[in-house]
């Protein structure tokens, strides 16, 4: 799916942006199967990777004193997130 969707969905020279991560989260949620809890695990997925990279933007510019307890809570409310979410992908 890289090669097909989400690297044809950016424009030459740019960084693949939330765009092409979404529209390649939705289509592999159809590769798994036309159930509503495939699609929104993967496209909350989506969203769970972009608000993270976002997030962990905001730690590095952050003094160093917060920095670990800011990467803790980073990786708790992550961990938090993707598990609410892939109870849709295993409750069909």
């Known amino acids: 799916l890289r090669h097909y969707i989400y690297l044809r969905l950016t424009p ?36 769970a990777v972009h608000v993270s990279k976002i997030f962990y933007k905001w730690i590095l510019g952050a003094p160093e004193k917060f920095k670990q307890p800011m990467t803790i809570v980073h990786g708790v409310l992550s961990n938090l997130w993707l598990n609410t979410l892939v109870s849709s992908f295993t409750l069909l």
């Open 12 to 47: 030459r020279g740019e960084k693949p942006g939330f765009k092409a991560l979404f529209l390649t989260q939705i289509v592999s949620g159809v590769w798994h199967g036309v159930h509503s809890g495939y699609i929104l695990t993967f496209a909350g997925s989506a969203y």
